[in-house]
Antibody, heavy 127, light 108 residues
Framework: EVQLVESGGGLVKPGGSLRLSCVASGFTFSTYSINWVRQAPGKGLEWVSSISGRSSYIYYADSLKGRFTISRDNAKNSLYLQMNSLRAEDTAVYFCARDRRECDSDSCSSYFYMDVWGKGTTVTVSS | SYELTQPPSVSVSPGQTARITCSGD??????AHWYQQKSGQAPVLVIY???TRPSGIPERFSGSSSGTVATLTISGAQVEDEADYYC???????????FGGGSKLTVL
């Protein structure tokens, strides 16, 4: 079964740091781009960051650049999000989500939208 | 910054057709994708690349796009379709991804 499981959320004080993890199973992790998406309480979805399979391409939402760092360890089938200088407005459920990828007999194509999501981990920034 | 605009809410009676729009300048060149999110759950992809339905998604879900507006249509909406719906796309450079603000569909 294709699965993504997030962990690492919790309560942190403003200005603090937290590292989220996402462990993948059921697919060849190293060949897929993976994203972080967050959702503040009662609010909509917000794309945070994406990283390609070999970490060659990394993108962040313009509003978050400089405070968050995405990374991955393909040997551990794991994705990470290092979050620094946390603010109350970073309080949210953080989801990891896989970009769709399709292969035929000749080649594979990657797409810029997500087809598999984890259940999310909750981050609360409060004093 | 680039934005995708959706109506905050759409309401229909069971069996009626619900239409949710998503507007954004880059949609003339970029695909729109649609996600359904029920309360307390992760989003589910219901339409990708403007109009393609993933396997397992009911046929009553369809999508279209014209100019700067993409539309998700639910033909014969059912009570179980009540959820928040989000459009998703990228900016013209392809490096920034974004969701629309979301539309709450009420079926009653």
């Amino acid at each position: 079964e294709v699965q993504l499981v997030e962990s690492g959320g919790g309560l942190v004080k403003p200005g603090g740091s937290l590292r989220l993890s996402c462990v993948a199973s059921g697919f060849t992790f190293s060949t897929y781009s993976i994203n972080w998406v967050r959702q503040a309480p009662g609010k909509g979805l917000e794309w945070v960051s994406s990283i390609s399979g070999r970490s060659s391409y990394i993108y962040y939402a313009d509003s978050l650049k400089g405070r968050f760092t995405i990374s991955r360890d393909n040997a551990k089938n794991s994705l990470y999000l290092q979050m620094n200088s946390l603010r109350a407005e970073d309080t949210a459920v953080y989801f990891c989500a896989r970009d769709r990828r399709e292969c035929d007999s000749d080649s594979c194509s990657s797409y810029f939208y997500m087809d598999v999501w984890g259940k999310g981990t909750t981050v609360t920034v409060s004093s | 910054s680039y934005e995708l605009t959706q109506p905050p809410s759409v309401s229909v009676s069971p069996g009626q057709t619900a239409r949710i729009t998503c507007s954004g300048d880059a949609l003339t060149k970029k695909y729109a994708h649609w996600y359904q999110q029920k309360s307390g759950q992760a989003p589910v992809l219901v339409i990708y690349e403007d109009r393609t339905r993933p396997s397992g998604i009911p046929e009553r879900f369809s999508g279209s796009s014209s100019g700067t507006v993409a539309t998700l249509t639910i033909s014969g909406a059912q009570v179980e379709d009540e959820a928040d719906y989000y459009c998703f796309s990228t900016d013209s450079s392809g490096t920034q991804r974004m969701f629309g603000g979301g539309s709450k569909l009420t079926v009653l």
